[in-house]
Structure formats: structure tokens, C-alpha cells
């Protein structure tokens, strides 16, 4: 499954494999692309639709590096402009007995990403060997397991439980349509939070196997737009009396831990100069909690001094290198100086306790 912008370009993949033998380079795969709203399809050129469906070549990545692998780029602001819509796209390679198929949905949509509760449908394609078209009556089932503990959804609760892997009943869509194509309506609101899973599909005819796994990413809209992290900054800076400031922020979570938190500092005065304080020149460094002590400026060594007003921001960082955009800041006058360690002739910015 892709989502994608209006006026993006989508990069559709196709991994053509040999039982056993991995990818098969010099192959020449098509793709065919149907516009789900109105059942038309994409035309040669990429730049319109029509009733007939047209096989159009894909191209192949690195026969080398990359064998195989093949990919074609639906240019929508070319073929679709500014449409929110959704496309099933076709792959098949009519070379027997190299031959192969797939499929991939396509989501064009003006938010990318999925808000928690909300409602994400999990597909299954299952080829028909020379075919760009599927294998129809068939009867595959899905298993959504939560990754932050393992645990798998009940859909007869609905509710995720500990134990082996349970799996509901895929429904078949449009047999004459979109032959071959199954849906699995995955309810998000059963946690309604910020969460990942991983979706595990079988097919049972004959054999059972699980035939396709997929990750679902349900996070706000509002932490899309940021980025991916929903963090507002820092909320409170405060002369701790010995010299030193304190900085604190709501603690947040997300589903890519482990997360830090960046601390900002700088003169105030350098500030009403040069207005981007979240800049390398004024990082303190990163930490685990939004509660920071701070004695020193960015450099670790130069010491806070009484009657000066320093700006200190923050924002959050998760495991992906993920980063927040939030431009909040806090001024405020020392009215100490910081106190210098003799023992080690050194100033340390410190964390809170039990970290």
C-alpha cells in the first residue's frame, strides 16, 4: 500500500522473484493502473485516462545491484491534478515460465498518514500466474499484532490479548473489477492511540502460509505536520537560586523509542539579533527527561552569569532522528552566579535525578 500527496510522484515497485533464486534481472514488466472512483485507466504517457486498460512497461532498477526490481512513476499532478483519490495498480510480467504478478493500492490523500482511531484497510492481492488479474474465491485471513507488546488483536472482543496469533476473515472485493484483491477493516479505535502494527496475512488454499506482512502507523495529523512528534516546547524556565536554570517540558511518547530531548540556550541579547535559536551553536546536548538543570552555555564550560537574561528553547527527538519543529523559547534573568566545582575546576550541565 502507498500514500502519497496530490501533485506528487509515486514510485511503484515490482520485485520479480524466481522460486529459490532471487530476483530476475532483463525481464520486461507492465503495469497497469485503474483509478478506483470512475474504473478507468491510466494511458500511455501518463497523462490521462480511459476506459481500455493499457499495459505500460516498467523499468528495471539495477540488473546488477539490484536484480529484479523493477519500478514505474505515476506523475499525479501530470495524470490527476490535485486529486484525492485511490488507484489499484497491476504488475504482471507476461514472460512464462518467468512470469509473476502483483499489485499495490495507492491512497492520494490531502493528510498523509493515519490519525489514531481511525479506521485503515489491510489488502491482499493474490496473483494468477501470466495474469495481470487475481485468483478470485479465495479465503485469507489477517493477524494484527501490536507491536509495543506483542499482543494480537481479538476481533470478536474487539480487543488486543496476549497468546498465539488470531486471525479474521479477509473480505473479497469486486470479483469482476478488481479480481483478486481482499480487504481486512482494521478499526484502530480499539486503542485509539499512538501506535504501530504489523499485519500478517495468509492465504488458505491448500497449504497455510503467511503470505504478506505489513506495518500500520496510526499517529496524529497534527504530528505528521510536525514531523511525526506531537511536542509544544518548552512550558517553564526558573532561576533555581544556585546559579543555575531550570528548563521542563510535558513528557511526551511515541512508538520510536527511545525519544531525547534537545536543549537550547543563548544570550538574550545574541537572540534579538540572530532570531533562530535552534541552531548546532546553541545546542547544550540531549536528554532523556524534559526536566534539564542548566549551569553553562552551549559549550559545557562557559558559566551562566548573575543579571543576564538567557533564552533556552527545547525539542524532541525520536529513534528515527526525527525531529519536532516547535519554535517556542523562554527568557529569563539569572540572579546568580553559577557556582564552579573546585575539585574539578570543571561546570557541569546536570539532569534531574534518576536519570
Keep these: 500500500m502507498i500514500e502519497a500527496a496530490p501533485n506528487s510522484v509515486v514510485r511503484v515497485y515490482f520485485l520479480l522473484k524466481d522460486l529459490g533464486l532471487g530476483g530476475i534481472p532483463g525481464e520486461s514488466p507492465t503495469i497497469v493502473i485503474r483509478r478506483r472512483r470512475d474504473g478507468l485507466y491510466l494511458q500511455s504517457g501518463g497523462a490521462s485516462f480511459a476506459g481500455a486498460a493499457a499495459q505500460i512497461p516498467m523499468v528495471e532498477e539495477d540488473a546488477l545491484l539490484l536484480p529484479g526490481l523493477y519500478h514505474f512513476d505515476l506523475d499525479l499532478a501530470l495524470a490527476d491534478p490535485s486529486a484525492t483519490d485511490e488507484y489499484t495498480a497491476y504488475m504482471a510480467n507476461d514472460n512464462p515460465p518467468k512470469s509473476g504478478s502483483a499489485l499495490d493500492v495507492i491512497f492520494v490523500k490531502n493528510e498523509i498518514g493515519f490519525a489514531p482511531g481511525s479506521t485503515r484497510g489491510v489488502y491482499l492481492f493474490v496473483s494468477n500466474v501470466g495474469s495481470p488479474l487475481g485468483v478470485v474465491g479465495l479465503t485469507p485471513e489477517v493477524a494484527i499484532q501490536r507491536e509495543s507488546d506483542g499482543r494480537f488483536l481479538d476481533s470478536s472482543i474487539p480487543a488486543f490479548v496476549s497468546g498465539p496469533a488470531l486471525f479474521s476473515s479477509m473480505t473479497e472485493l469486486d470479483q469482476a473489477n478488481m479480481p ?15 501506535a504501530r502494527y504489523v ?39 526558573a532561576d533555581n537560586g544556585f546559579g543555575g536554570l531550570c528548563a521542563k517540558a510535558s513528557l511526551i511518547t511515541t512508538p520510536y523509542e527511545p525519544l531525547r530531548y534537545k536543549v537550547f540556550i543563548a544570550p538574550t541579547s545574541e537572540i534579538s539579533q540572530d532570531s533562530d535559536l535552534f541552531v548546532d551553536a546553541y545546542l547544550l546536548g540531549e536528554f532523556r527527561v524534559p526536566e534539564v538543570k542548566v549551569f553553562t552555555m552551549a559549550d559545557a564550560v562557559t558559566p551562566l552569569r548573575s543579571l543576564t537574561s538567557y533564552t533556552v528553547g527545547m525539542r524532541a527527538l525520536d529513534a528515527r ?19 564552579v566545582r573546585l575539585s574539578t575546576g570543571t561546570l557541569r550541565t546536570l539532569q534531574s535525578p534518576n536519570v
Design 180 to 194: 483478486g484483491v481482499y480487504r481486512f477493516n482494521f478499526d484502530q479505535s480499539v486503542d485509539g492511540s499512538i
Design 321 to 339: 532522528e526525527v525531529e519536532d519543529d516547535n519554535e517556542v523559547t523562554i527568557a529569563l534573568e539569572l540572579t546568580a552566579d553559577a557556582r
Design 199 to 237: 499485519a500478517y496475512v495468509k492465504e488458505l488454499n491448500g497449504l497455510e502460509k503467511i503470505v504478506e506482512a505489513s506495518e500500520l502507523d496510526f499517529r496524529a495529523e497534527a504530528q505528521i505536520a510536525a514531523g511525526g512528534l506531537d511536542f509544544a516546547g518548552i512550558e517553564e524556565l
